[in-house]
């Protein structure tokens, strides 16, 4: 098995020590550090997401598993910057105004973190302004928000707009989320994207991003 | 004797509360609102209020549980006495705040006419003491969704209700309209007609509108529900006693909070908790082990001395199958024999989150056999046995004996038409129709059957007036048509 492959394989036990005892072998050998990240991180973490999709593994194995991958990315970094590799994406994320309900918000997060996108986590209560201003000063070309309850889905809608109304529609994008929340409501409000679930998440947002 | 369930033992039970008591007072409560952290530092609890955490004391617990009631009443909007929340009375009532409702089979968005047709149903649901505001609808400006649904139910039903606020805001009007019905605040507190749900946020938690909606409960006299929500595995931990201590953590901080607003406020202590199913990332409320955490937090808010609460009795089924049977039925015959004085969950499917009027009238009946379930098996005229059965060798038949029309009633229950009893030639004679078919005509036969509510025409008058001077302040000048 070469290294790139025991990284996936690494990933899948959530053995994150071994995962970044790989990476720093792999950097050493003088891989690339496109090619440590595509094949062996994300392309590992691809396999993952396939095996929970298909209910082979659960939650608990995804989180180790993305656990793991963070080591690596951690270590890939630095030379990630040097290189002027990008990040797979940023995502600015949090719950709507006047909604505590995080839980799935959180879950979204952590898949997306394994996914290799990069997560700003407002965490809850948070204003369209704040969303908008930080997708703006970090450069995130995707805000996601969560909704749970049907008093706070409307402030969703306020994040749409405060972007048309800055000209920034197009520009970032929006995806929402939430048991209340459906497409027809997306649509309805003008959103991008919705997503039923975590992984339904990744797969919407990486649409989003425009990444397989 | 009336049938009884109990999972802990006194030592077991006291372990778990000394050990909640313990995080109270050691790791403290966060919680997001300075109000009601100033109001405990008055009563000698530790707080930084830059931190929005305060650590609570023994004695200040103490104080909590030597007034918090063992027990209240509840009054329908005529005020006829409809609950006793003391002992192991139990009484239903349907899950609260659905945002969907199940017709015809498919899910879908709720409107002021699917709302006015549960609250006339409910007024025919014998076993069903209660009604709550069962699912909130989409034809009114979110910001009153909480409030109207209130209105609604005070308008077209008259058994007190199980709701709750949203919102710190939604509080007044939800108070004004109960003040609209009752005529005094006075009288208001002298005869409760509503539970007010409040959730602690897990883990050991109080958000900014919740904990002042326990605050503003108390010091009206209207009593509330604590609804602690630990998700074991996840937002709490997985074995069953963890996810114990952290619901009497939580629900004692809640009884803490409304005692110190207002000694004497009848609290019931309540909960939705649920295991985590890691597989779907979902709360499922039929799970065995979430009903006997459910039971086991009733056990020890009853060695606390309080009446008692769960969100169970209701299914994650999508449709009204064979699951949302099973789950159901298993979840009320455990809190009815675990005697949890106020048992949610009639009508709800899919994780708390969709209402289906068919499944309350198959629920009613669920509900009807718990509470025959338990009240047990007691001897009446049954000693000495020989002249019964004198007269059942002499007539061949009991059938019109005069002890069997003196104990028939009491002894036997008959569960309404949605129960199917008949032998099959006479089913398929009678049309072969299915469990969903026949809920379905019962639903019209109740919505039907049901008279219209006897609050004075002053008393609606001036309900109407009070909602629709709320939905003004949110851009809606009438509210929906109601004809
Ligand atoms: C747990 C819970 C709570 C906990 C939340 C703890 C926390 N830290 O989050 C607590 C106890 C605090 C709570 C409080 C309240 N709750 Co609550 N709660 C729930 C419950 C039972 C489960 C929610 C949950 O965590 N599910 C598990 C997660 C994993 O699923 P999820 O959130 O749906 O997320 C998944 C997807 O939706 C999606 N997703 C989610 N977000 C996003 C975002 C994006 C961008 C994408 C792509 C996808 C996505 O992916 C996630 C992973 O699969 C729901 C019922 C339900 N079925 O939703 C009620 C529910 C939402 N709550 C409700 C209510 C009424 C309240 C309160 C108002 C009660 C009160 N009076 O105190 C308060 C409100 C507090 C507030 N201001 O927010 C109602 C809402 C009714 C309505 N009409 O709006 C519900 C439906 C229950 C009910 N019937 O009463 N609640």
Known sequence: ?212 | MRPALTFLGDELKTKIIDEARHLLCTLGVEIHNPRVLALLGDHGADVDLSKQHVRLTDGLIDQALATVPSGFKLYDAIGRQTHDFSGDNVHFTPGSAAIKILDNGRMRKPVTGDYIRYAKLMSGLEHIQAQSTAFITTDVPEEISDSYRLFLSLMYCEKPVVTGAFTIAAFDIMRDLQLAVRGSAEELKAKPLTIFSCCPTSPIKWSDVTSQNVVDCARQGIPVEFISMPLSGFMAPVTLVGSLIQHTAETLSGVVISQAASPGAPVLYGGSPAIFDIRYETTPMGAVETQMIDCAYSEIGKHLGMPTQAYIGMSDAKQLDAQAGFETSMGATLAALSGINSISGPGMLDFESCQSLEKLVVDNEICGLTQRLVRGIEPREDFPSTPIFEELLRDKHLLIADHTRRHLKEEIFFPGPVVDRANSSRWHEEGGITLHERAAKEVERLVAACAPSALSDDVTTELDRLMTAEARRFGMQSLPGRG
């Open chain 1, 1 to 212: 098995m070469d290294i790139l492959q025991e990284i996936g394989a690494s990933l899948r036990k959530g053995d994150d020590n071994r995962v970044a005892e790989l990476t720093r072998q792999a950097i050493d050998a003088g891989m690339g550090v496109g090619a440590i990240l595509d094949d062996g991180l994300i392309g590992g973490m691809n396999v993952v997401g396939d095996l929970f999709r298909r209910h082979e593994i659960f939650l608990p194995e995804v989180l180790l598993a993305a656990r793991a991958m963070q080591k690596g990315i951690d270590l890939l970094k630095p030379l990630m910057i040097e290189e002027g590799i990008p990040a797979v994406g940023k995502v600015v994320i949090g719950t709507a105004q006047g909604d505590l309900h995080d839980i799935g918000k959180n879950l979204v997060g952590i898949m997306l973190k394994g996914a290799g996108i990069e997560v700003i986590d407002l965490g809850n209560d948070v204003s369209a302004e704040r969303f908008v201003d930080t997708a703006v000063e970090a450069g995130a070309p995707v805000i996601g928000i969560s909704a749970l309850l049907t008093t706070t889905m409307s402030s969703m809608k306020g994040v749409v707009d405060l972007l048309r109304e800055r000209g920034l529609n197009g520009k970032i994008r929006t995806i929402i989320g939430g048991a209340p929340v459906s497409k027809d409501f997306a649509d309805e409000i003008g959103a991008d994207a919705y997503g039923y679930d975590a992984a339904n998440a990744v797969d919407q947002v990486k649409a989003l991003l425009g990444v397989a």
